[in-house]
């Protein structure tokens, strides 16, 4: 039968596409650092008798991904020696970022935090640094190499190499580490080293996958060009020449212009985009911050909740993303994000029926594969969505901005979420994370609606 009579089946083609493919491998390279200097670290630390006052500051390097915009404009417009003329803008700061984690992880593996903790604290920041920074290079590579509708495919599978990665970079590195320990009543730094040296090994994935893969075409606008050239052609008229001249319109370019050209591109409706940016994944992340202590307090078991959470859980994710992928192919990307708000704020509420049935494995199994079913599909989307917003002349800074902004608004709720659920118990507290999630949908709704003829997305829910 031809593609033509099977129009889903066609779409899911896309997951063939060879950038689609190269974006797992990608996401594999992104996810593997995160763990190796928060959660696998804290493991470590502890079993060495770091004090725990210690260890929790030095979860601060993990701030290095927060503020990741401040240098994004850098890897959006700054040339590296030799790498770029030979590889593409994209690909060099790939390329670098990769070798300098695999590099730092190699550090952390020769370092026995006992002996010498500030060495370590030393390359886990360099991991973290050079982890954000390939971050910023790969979401830039993502937007500017295939269209919009495909961006939704590609964010399926980075999350799906990304979640394998973290697996690997939590669980795999605890087993490799358990397995070279003599015995487990005593700290031994050899274990450790063996497990960190097999996870900068495993960075070689995201560099051959940068060498094989071809560097992204960019498509600037001619109003782009134009805007950059008056403003060099004012600081010229001001009497700036030479290098003073070429420093204030590169800093001109890269940093005050992706500003500039959201607000001229969107005008006003652009408020209206930030404030969707903004509180988007806001059910998710404030739900999620309490999910732990309520599988505690409802009598849960460490092995239980790590069980349904690292199969089920990340099975039902990399679905869920696969899913929201095909489906902005199909319906659109405004439906999508629709479908995945909606779903979002809905499965919250089958933690206020988890909560009444209590210790129920079933029960448990069902709400997180569910919950993490419908976040796949709002990842996929939103990823889809911010895609389509940036500019490819300035792609590495907005996206930067636009995830900066997703998170702030959210985490600062988040930060209440325990005197909530003091206050107005589980089922209320669940309830209300539903709620927070209904303007969400307006903000989706006039969002869609209020889209120009010509803009990338047209379908509106």
């Known amino acids: 039968m031809s593609a033509r009579a099977h129009p889903w089946l066609n779409a899911l083609r896309v997951y063939a596409h060879p950038r689609v493919v190269g974006m797992l491998f990608l996401g594999f390279s992104a996810g593997l650092p995160l763990l190796l200097v928060l959660g696998t670290l804290s493991f470590w630390l502890s ?48 390329l670098l970022s990769q070798v300098c984690i695999a590099a730092a992880l190699l550090g952390m593996a020769n370092t026995d935090p006992v002996a010498n903790l500030t060495h370590m604290v030393f390359f886990a920041l360099a991991v973290a640094f050079a ?144 404030a969707l940016i903004a509180v988007y994944r806001i059910s998710d992340v404030v739900m999620g911050v309490m999910s732990n202590p309520f599988y505690q307090e409802m009598g849960f078991t460490k092995d239980e909740v790590a069980t349904v959470s690292k199969v089920y859980g990340v099975i039902m994710t990399i679905a869920g993303a696969a899913l929201g992928g095909l489906l902005t192919m199909r319906i659109g990307v405004m439906r999508t994000l629709f479908l995945g708000a909606l779903l979002s704020a809905a499965t919250n509420l089958l933690f206020v029926w988890l909560a009444g049935r209590g210790h129920d494995v079933g029960a448990l199994v069902f709400t997180v594969s569910a919950d993490n079913l419908s976040a796949g599909i709002a990842s996929s989307a939103f990823v889809a969505y911010l895609s389509g917003l940036v500019n490819q002349a300035y792609s590495a800074t907005q996206y930067a901005l636009f995830t900066s902004v997703m998170l702030l608004l959210p985490k600062f709720i988040a930060g209440f979420s325990g005197e909530f659920v003091d206050a107005w118990g589980w089922a209320g507290f669940f309830t209300g994370t539903a709620a927070i999630g209904v303007p969400v949908l307006l903000l989706v709704w006039l969002t869609a609606r209020r889209q120009r003829p010509g803009t990338r997305e047209q379908k509106a829910p």
């Not at 979640?163 to 087993?175: F, N, V």
């Not at 700290?187 to 071809?214: C, E």
């Open 131 to 274: 982890s954000a920074t390939q971050d910023i290079a790969l979401d830039a590579y993502r937007i500017e190499a295939v269209e919009t509708e495909k961006q939704g495919a590609m964010a399926a599978t980075y999350q799906a190499g990304y979640r394998i990665a973290m697996i690997t970079a939590g669980a795999g590195a605890l087993w490799i580490a358990a397995a070279f320990d003599p015995s487990e009543a005593t700290y031994d730094f050899r274990p450790w080293q063996v497990a960190y040296t097999a996870m900068a090994a495993l960075m070689t994935v995201g560099l051959l996958t940068t060498l094989i893969i071809r560097e992204p075409e960019r498509h600037i606008s001619r109003e782009t060009n134009e805007r950059e050239l008056h403003a060099r052609e004012k600081f010229a008229a001001a009497g700036l020449s030479g290098a003073p001249l070429n420093a204030a319109a590169w800093l001109y370019s890269a940093v005050l212009s992706p500003f500039i050209d959201f607000i001229q591109r969107y005008k006003w409706e652009a408020l209206l985009m930030l």
């Open 47 to 94: 079993e060495a008798g770091i004090a725990r006052a210690t260890i929790g500051h030095l979860s601060w390097v993990g701030l290095a991904y927060g503020f990741k915009f401040l240098w994004s404009p850098l890897v959006d417009r700054l040339p590296l020696p030799f790498l770029t003329a030979r590889l593409g803008k994209r690909r060099a700061w790939l």
